[in-house]
């Protein structure tokens, strides 16, 4: 069974930075892309990035880029979002997830996997 665990989330003040992280075990993490999506309430879960089995790829969406930053250590299994100048838009549970195939996806359809969700607030 595969299980992922978010942490790092919290309270923080309009320009500020979180970085999250999302402890993956149970599977062969190194040959699967993972991704971040958030949800705000009364909103949908939308992507916000997502990188590629070996770390070279990334993809993000447009609102975060150039703020957030996707990466990964195979090697711990873990994979990390760094937030830098937060908005009080990006107020929302955050998520790590794991998908069902190769490559990385952008709809929460493609992913089987998902943790608990970690808390994100920003203040204005």
């Known amino acids: 069974q595969v299980q992922l665990v978010e942490s790092g989330g919290g309270l923080v003040q309009a320009g500020g930075s979180l970085r999250l992280s999302c402890a993956v075990s149970?599977?062969?993490?190194?040959?699967?892309?993972m991704g971040w999506f958030r949800q705000a309430p009364g909103k949908e879960r939308e992507f916000v990035a997502g990188?590629?089995?070996?770390?070279?790829?990334?993809y993000y969406e447009d609102s975060v880029k150039g703020r957030f930053t996707v990466s990964r250590d195979n090697d711990k299994n873990t994979v990390y979002l760094q937030m830098n100048s937060l908005k009080p838009e990006d107020t929302a549970v955050y998520y790590c997830?794991?998908?069902?195939?190769?490559?990385?996806?952008?709809?929460?359809?493609?992913?089987?996997?998902w943790g608990q969700g970690t808390q994100v607030t920003v203040s204005s």
């Open positions: 990188i590629s089995w070996s770390g070279i790829s990334t």
């Open positions: 997830a794991a998908p069902n195939s190769q490559g990385i996806h952008t709809t929460a359809a493609q992913y089987t996997y």
């Open positions: 149970g599977s062969t993490f190194t040959t699967y892309a």
